[in-house]
């Protein structure tokens, strides 16, 4: 038995589906584990098919191609480095298994799957996976390695039995999707398993966006002790080595980097950057296309899109009706050259005199009201749409979580696009990161991209004379208040009043919030931040006539 072990935490990005690149990567960073002097390589949870696979992992020919991958890569890695790979693998009536298999002289030495599978939120496990009996025990140079997947380590019994079959290490493979709390509560749970097993723990977690989801990486190490004693970057990939001694004490980690992880906005932005970016080259875009309005989602919207995947990658067009101010202009205009982004204008003017003219006999006597407000919306969105064809590029929506949340968006206008990065970032977060980006030049892109001036005056979607968005809105301080304890915490009225906020508001809100469900349902995807995105979060009837009510 080695009394010194070197683990190599494969912190990398797979494409769902991909299973012949997912697996020519693993083949790649085994061999520069084995370069480093490394003895087991870790891969993240589902490395071969990428993760979630969601209803993928149902198709016999995707377990069959995991299957067949798999043996190829054992057979391609006869060396010194063992590789703990994770993967979709058959149970005996066909139904795929969430496995992690053992990789070591030329074979496939064991294959184990996960006990526990997750339910909630982002999460449908159950629906898809078999469980397995219990979490996998591999020897690795005489070493009693635990592998427990994922949700394994998020509740005391698999590691307990680890334990008690002998386990000397904890080693990790996860697929953990980034949420603003998501590394502290990490730790936490990590934490726990330590303590309650007395082993030490290696957590390997995957990196990349993959549809809403983003993956931030921020893999770790813990002592016996619960004390940290590696950290790998949050949102990109990284390969790096842990040096693990057995003393009279069990095993120590001796050597390994440590990374400070980023807080606050910064993390918001950083992960904005990531899932873009993945989103538009795992589909295949050339680039992406937006409206640049002046305003401020689009102006942090078109940053995001620039450092995501330059300039010359993104194109912007301003699209000013009647309504759209001088500052405005500038203003996008400013955000463009700062950003090095081509920017063109196209008035939408004539189109909305033809929709006008063509409407008139069946407007007749009838004031004008938010129809017209919706056919600019949508003119703009037919337009963008049209460039987007032409081009070839995606188009971006640019709504925040604020107005997608009390339907402060129209459908087939602004609401059109392939992909939005403000769609989890409630209004007054969007500020939070604009100040961030604003003073923190990064992705080799400028400092104060966004001209200060966006960030002082009043939000307008500008689509009726000296219009702002409080007109139909509280104050966005106090909306995300209210929406924060209706979404993200399920509060009740009273509970929401209680925290002094005017009873008719917060039910004007609670209305808007039911009332807005079947916009929501046709909304582009976007970068899930918080605890409740909609859509993969927070599944509401489209139809719903329950109301909280306040208590007289």
Partial sequence: MTTRLVIAS?????????????????RRLIGEAAALGADIALFPELFLIGYPPEDLALKPAAVRACQDALIRLAADTAGDCAALVTTLWPGPDGRPHNAVALLQGGEVRGVSFKVDLPNYGVFDEKRIFVAGDAPGLFEIKGVKVGVPICEDIWGPGPCAALKAAGAELLLVPNGSPFRRTSDDERLTVARE??????????????????????????SFALQADGGIC??????????????????????RCLDAPVTDWPRGPEEIYRAMVLGL???????????????????????????????????????????????????????????????GVKLDEIAIAPAVAAFETMLAPQFEGRAPDLTEENIQARIRGVTLMALSNKFGLMLMTTGNKSEMAVGYATLYGDMCGGYNVLKDVYKVDVYEVCRWRNANPCYGGPAAPIPERILTKAPSAELRPDQTDQDSLPPYEVLDAILHGLVEEEATLDEIVARGYDGPTVERVQRLLYGSEYKRRQSAPGVKIGGKAFGRDRRYPLVNRFRDKVSD
């Fill in 10 to 26: 494969v912190q990398a990005n797979p494409t769902v589906g991909d299973i012949a690149a997912n697996a020519a990567a693993a």
């Fill in 193 to 218: 398993r330590v303590a309650e097993t007395g082993l030490p723990l290696v957590y390997v977690n995957q990196v990349g966006g993959q549809d809403e989801l983003v993956f931030d990486g921020g």
């Fill in 230 to 251: 590696m950290s790998l970057p949050m949102f990109e990939e990284a390969l790096a080595c842990s040096t693990w001694d057995k003393g009279a004490g069990g095993w």
């Fill in 277 to 339: 970016r993945d989103y538009v080259r795992k589909s295949g875009f050339p680039g992406v296309l937006l409206g640049l309005s002046g305003g401020v989602d689009s102006a942090i919207s078109v940053v995001v899109a620039r450092d995501a995947l330059g300039a010359e990658a993104v194109r912007a067009f301003m699209l000013p009706s009647r309504y759209t101010s001088r500052e405005s202009l500038e203003d996008a205009e400013a955000c463009a050259r700062a950003t």
